[in-house]
Structure formats: C-alpha cells, structure tokens
C-alpha cells in the first residue's frame, strides 16, 4: 500500500490548471509494453493509478496517492486511397501538431480544430470540437488496450456514441486505455464557415491555411494560453435545454443567444455567467477570464485546486438559480485516489 509521505512528484507543469498537487509516481511512458509493465506493477501493490495526456481537461484538488503515466507513445502511419487519407495515430501525439501536420501535407479537413490542447488520444474522449468541426467528423475508430490482461479491442466510430463532448468512453470501457485511433480525411475538401466567428472569411478564397492561421488567432485573443494564466479551457459544457425552457428564457431575455441542435436550445453558458455578473471576478485568484467568462483562470499560478472548485460551484449555483439551468462541468475532478463524480460537488438547490 502507498503512503501519505511518499507523495512527492509535483504534477504542476503536467496540468494546464498549473496546480501545485504531489503525486506518489510520475512515469512518461513511450511504449505500449512499458506501460502495461508499469501498470501491472503498481495495480499489484494496489495503488491508485491514472493516465494522463497533457492534463489539459483535468482539476486535481488535493495529492493523489498513486502512479500517474505520461502518454507519450507516438507514431503515425498513413495510407491513401481514391477518395481518402487514411491516418491511424498513436495516443500520445498531440493534437494541434497532429493538424498542423496535416495542413503542411496537403492533407485537409482539420484546421477548424486548430489549437486544441492535449493529446490525440483524449481527443475522442469528449469528442472535442471548435468552430464548427468536432473529431467525429473524421474518426473511424479507437483502438484500446485493457493494460491488465494485454487485450486490444477495436471500437468502430458507430459504438463511440459521439455527441456534444461526450462519447462512450466517459461511461465504459473504464479499465481500459486509449493507444491510437483512426481517422479519415476526404481528398475533396470543402471549408467548413458555419462558425458565427468565421462568416467574415469568402468561401469562394478561402484556403485550409487560411482558416487554421484565422482560428489560431482568434483562439489566442479568447483564451489565454495556460504558460501565463492556468485553466482548462471552458470549464463547463454548453447546456442543451428543451423548446419550452427556451422559448420561455427568450421572452424575457431577448439578446439570448442560441443555436437549435435537434429542436432542442443549445445556450451559450459564458453568456449566462455574463449575465450573472461575473466577468473578471475574482477570488482567491481564481478569476472568470475577462475574455471569455467560461474559461476559469488561475491568474497568478499559485491557486489551489480547491479554490478553483469553489468558484466553479459558485458560479454553478448562481446560474442555477437565476436561469434554472444547472450547469454541468466539462472537465475532470481528480481527488487523492482518482476521478471524483462532479455531482458530489454540483447539486442542483
Ligand atoms: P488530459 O487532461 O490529460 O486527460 C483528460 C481525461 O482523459 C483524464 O480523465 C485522463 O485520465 C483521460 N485520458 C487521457 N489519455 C487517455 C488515454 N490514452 N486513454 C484513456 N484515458 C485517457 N476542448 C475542446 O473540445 N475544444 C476546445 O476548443 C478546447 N479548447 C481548450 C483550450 C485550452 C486553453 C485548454 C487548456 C483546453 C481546451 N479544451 C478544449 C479541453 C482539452 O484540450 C481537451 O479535452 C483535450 O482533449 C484534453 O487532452 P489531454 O491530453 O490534455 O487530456
Ligand atoms: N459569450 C458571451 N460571453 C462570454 C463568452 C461567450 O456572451 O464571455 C457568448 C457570445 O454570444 C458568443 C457565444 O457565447 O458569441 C459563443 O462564444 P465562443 O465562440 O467563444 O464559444 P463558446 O460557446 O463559449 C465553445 C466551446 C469551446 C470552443 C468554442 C469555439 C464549449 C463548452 N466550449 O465555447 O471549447 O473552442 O466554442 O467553437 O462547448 C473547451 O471545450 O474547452 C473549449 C474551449
């Protein structure tokens, strides 16, 4: 069994948050074998064990008592047929590298995805998705490995359950690791300008270039990049909300904005906290990002996990109880033995 005292091996430049939490073991790991070795290992001696990527979606609040590996397996290999660029991609290559990769080879589709922290294997994760695109646009399948037992299963794209920031491995495949995935770009390319953001930009002119260098700035005006102010991106998901709910908020907020997904509202929640009179606030130097009131920033680097969660539920009851949406987090908690289900900190009042 681990001990307390043995908690020594600072996570703070492995989390975007830039939280000063210990961990018992750190291990970058470049190989599928050194990371079942490991993981056997200290599964053996029972501790608490979890893989990350660039710690760009995760809160950590206090130590955590076991082994964390890095993902740094790479590799990428590419085949080419009439229609399509066929990659299949290891999980530890990052992401925005991974595009930027494709753009130079003339290999298109990626560049509303530009500037995604993390790496390629928590992409499927939470499906992300910027500006129009998310990856299950492109991704045929996700390989996974049960470390315990050396498995390897295939999961074709149709049994991912893609939706808004979700998909099934939030929910199954829990034992198991993300090692590569599969994605499918087609050789015709068509811009994707449906974006709010990017109708400035001539669908007859553009370039895939274009739109990725128009992205990445925008992204840097948005979001500051967590070097200088530690976050994670939106900390919370964007609600969906029935016709009546909206129809009734429209009444009395006019200015509201929203987009229709299946008939249903999609909100956009920094408007909400906006309107909540949070912009720039800050506590503890926790501070709403004067940009973007869905980024939670640790301004001077030097927060704690816990001061971050505070404001998070803060927020999330003022919402709550202005709007009646109960604001669901987008991001991981991650306590002394691992995840922490976000309900046990947001409960609807
Ligand atoms: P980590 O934070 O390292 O891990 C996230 C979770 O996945 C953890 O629970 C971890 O245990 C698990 N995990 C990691 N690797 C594996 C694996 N190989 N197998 C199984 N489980 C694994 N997201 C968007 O969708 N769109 C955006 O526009 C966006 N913008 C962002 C901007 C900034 C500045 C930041 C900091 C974040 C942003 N995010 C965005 C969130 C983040 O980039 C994504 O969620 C990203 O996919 C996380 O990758 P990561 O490697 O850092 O994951
Ligand atoms: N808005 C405000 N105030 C704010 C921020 C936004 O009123 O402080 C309103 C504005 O009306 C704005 C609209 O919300 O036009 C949309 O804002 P933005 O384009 O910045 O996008 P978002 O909905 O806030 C989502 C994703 C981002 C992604 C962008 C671009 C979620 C939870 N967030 O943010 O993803 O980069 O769209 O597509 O879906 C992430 O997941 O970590 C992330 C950064």
Not at 33 to 44: H, I, T, V
Not at 216 to 231: A, L, S, V
């Amino acid at each position: 069994m681990y001990k307390k005292k043995s908690c020594k091996y600072s996570l703070k430049k492995l989390n975007t948050f830039n939280i000063n939490i210990k961990a018992c073991k750190i291990v970058k790991v470049k190989d599928l074998k050194q990371l079942c070795l490991l993981w056997n290992e200290y599964k053996k001696k029972k501790f608490p064990c979890i893989i990350l990527g660039e710690g760009s979606n995760v809160l950590f609040l206090k130590n955590f008592y076991g082994l964390v590996i890095i993902n740094r397996i790479k590799g990428m290999y590419i085949i080419e047929s009439k229609k399509y660029w066929h990659l299949h991609i290891n999980s530890g290559e990052n992401w925005h590298k991974l595009v930027k990769f494709t753009i130079k080879n003339k290999i298109y589709g990626l560049e509303n995805l530009a500037l995604i922290p993390g790496c390629v294997g928590s992409a499927p994760i939470q499906n992300i998705g910027a500006y129009g695109s998310s990856i299950q646009d492109f991704c045929k399948y996700v390989d996974i490995i049960d470390p315990i037992s050396k498995k390897i299963r295939r999961i074709n794209k149709e049994k991912c359950n893609f939706k808004y920031r979700d998909s099934i491995f939030k929910y199954s495949y829990k034992n198991y690791i993300i090692i590569s995935i599969g994605l499918s770009l087609s050789k015709k390319w068509i811009p994707n300008l449906n974006y709010n953001d990017l109708k400035k930009l001539k669908y007859n002119n553009v370039t895939p270039k274009i739109i990725f260098n128009y992205i990445c700035n925008i992204r840097k005006k948005k979001i500051p990049h967590p070097k200088i102010h530690g976050n994670a991106g939106s900390f919370f998901k964007n609600p969906i909300i029935s016709p009546i709910l909206g129809l009734k908020l429209l009444k009395i907020f006019s200015d509201m904005p929203f987009t229709l997904e299946k008939n249903n509202f999609k909100l956009s929640a920094g408007w909400l906290i906006d309107k909540c009179k949070f912009k720039g606030y800050i506590r503890n130097g926790v501070m709403v990002y004067s940009k973007q009131s869905l980024v939670i920033i640790n301004k001077f680097n030097n927060s704690s996990g816990i001061d971050i969660l505070k404001l998070a539920i803060k927020i999330y009851n003022t919402v709550g109880k202005k709007f009646g949406i109960w604001l669901e987090p987008e991001i991981k908690i991650i306590g002394n033995y691992g995840e922490i289900n976000p309900c046990v900190f947001f409960k609807k009042k």
